[in-house]
């Protein structure tokens, strides 16, 4: 039986204004209780209810004592759950960070989900693992500290509280990274057992040692050398002393001249030259001191001479300490093949020259035979490039195109003048060279599927949708959000970093978003919703939606698509 609530009179208006103000506050909370105003979720409710929802099964008898203990109502729980197992989860990854370990997996496929355990352990044996944290949501993040490794698992629990198996029987292994201040101390330590490393750094007494023993004997060396100064002038002496000896060895030898025309002489004494005297020495045939001599060579101080009869022949010169061959003692002709590695030649007439020993741009266009290239050929410029279209197809043979820029294989698979795009490099075209109005951009995201379900909890759960891209860059799509089932409310569009979970964009509730959707029931549609971000990291980008269901549990059909520009 169903007792009709008695409408709320109105308030009269012959009352006092202050009544007035106060009978108005209590009509409006009544109405709010009874569900005649404002939100629904605000509404009282009734032990009637409770027994036709099935929450219980009968009234007590006895009137109600809001100071009693014993309840109004008798609960019914005589309702059985749904047994059934979870399944097994997938998708586990583990992610280690600097000091945390995120963990993330697949949503869960069946109705009933109420949470998930997360466990680990030191060693890849479930066996050994311990339980570390529940959660409702897909994603939990384990602080570790530096430098740990760590194998994670991960089982399902339904509402009916009954545990499904493990995701899988070895564990999914994480590390974080090395503590800093560690690293920093065993690269100090490697760097002191460095060879040298010790005398950089301190002046030990071996190396004082290696240095005195350095200058002892320098100072040895020196007194050595300073006390075989007298001898080296005593000898000195001695050869001069004995000048006499030779000058008689050259006057026997002059006396002798008539003997000697098939015999090499040594002669050292003064010659003469012309009004010059220089002191010499002589080597050749019939040699004397200058006069009748019929040829000989001379060695001067400033000149190697060569005496025919009474000329000085001089092929060499000495200036400023370097010896040079006279220009006018080299025979014309005399040089029929040399190899010049690299020369500067003033003025030269080459009788014949091979064309692929000239270096581009040093011959002009004056010395070029006209009925191969004529000057309208260049450029327009003026320079010695040939303008691309004064070249005729095909008069350029493939062993005049440098393969360091064009190659063969460039070009299409099929032979044709089409190059493949693989051997075009990255930023060698400009914009104004492609064609926008048919430029295809590769896209990110998944067509409609469903997400959820949704517990009726009334408690905001996160449900992984699909990742919308990877790297920075400027991202920009749409999603669509459609009802499937029941009732999902408050609903948000989170993007987040998949290795540091931190979030990337938050669009806030759809009610506040062009889909002006509040709730989702089985007839909603929020249409394409426009989404836009900016993105600096290099992992990917994650959709997940934020929700929570109301009287069941609840799913929604999701589409998401996504574009990337660079930054």
Known sequence: ????????????????????????????????????????????????????????????????????????????????????????????????????????????????HAYTEVWRSRDDEVGTATLITTTSAFVTTDPVGYNQTYFYWVRFVSTSDVRGPFNQTNGTKADTVEDIATVMAQLSETLAALPGYSVLTNADSTNAANIATVTGNVSTLQTTVNSHASTLTSHTASINSNSSNVTSLTSTTASHTGDLNAMFVLQASTESNGSKSVAGMVIG?????????????????????????????????????????????????AITNARIANATIEDAKIANINASKITAGTISTARLDSSVIVSTDLSTGGSSTINGANITTGTVSANRIDTAILRATDV????????????????????????????????????????????????????????????????????????????????????????????????????????????????????????????????????????????????????????????
């Open 1 to 112: 039986m169903t007792t009709k609530v008695p409408a709320l009179k109105n308030i009269p208006t012959k009352v006092d204004r202050e009544l007035a103000d106060t009978l108005k506050s209590m009509k409006e909370a009544q109405e709010i209780r009874l569900g005649r105003l404002g939100d629904p979720l605000d509404r009282a409710i009734t032990l009637r209810e409770l027994i036709d929802s099935g929450m219980a099964k009968q009234l007590t008898n006895k009137p109600f004592n809001p100071n009693g203990t014993t309840p109004e109502f008798i609960p019914n729980d005589d309702t059985i759950g749904d047994l059934t197992i979870p399944p097994a989860p997938t998708g586990l990854e583990a992610s280690g960070a600097f000091t945390e370990i995120i963990i993330n997996w697949n949503t869960a496929p069946y109705t009933n």
């Open 285 to 333: 045939s019939n040699a004397s001191n200058g006069s009748g001599a019929q040829s000989y060579v001379q060695f001067q101080a400033d000149k190697f001479a060569i005496w025919s009869g009474s000329s000085n022949i001089a092929p060499f010169i000495v200036s400023s300490g370097t010896v040079f061959i006279d220009s006018a003692r080299i025979q014309d002709g």
């Open 412 to 567: 299409g698979s099929g032979g044709s003048t089409t190059i493949d795009g693989a051997r075009i490099t990255t930023g060698t075209i400009s914009a104004t060279r492609i064609d926008t109005a048919n430029l295809t951009l590769p896209s990110s995201g998944a067509a409609a599927q469903t997400i959820g379900p949704w517990t009726p909890s009334n408690t905001m759960q996160y449900k992984f949708v699909t990742s919308v891209g990877s790297g920075a860059g400027f991202y920009h799509g749409f999603v669509r959000l459609q009802g499937i089932t029941n009732h999902v409310k408050t609903v948000s569009l989170v993007y987040f970093d998949s290795g540091t979970s931190a979030i990337v964009y938050n669009s806030g509730t759809t009610d506040k978003l062009p889909g002006q959707v509040d709730r989702f029931f089985s007839s909603s549609d929020s249409a394409n919703i426009p989404q836009a971000f900016e993105y600096t990291g290099s992992n990917t980008v994650n959709l997940f939606i934020l929700a929570q269901a109301d009287s069941a549990p609840d799913s929604l059909t999701v589409t998401a698509r996504f574009y990337k520009y660079s930054t």
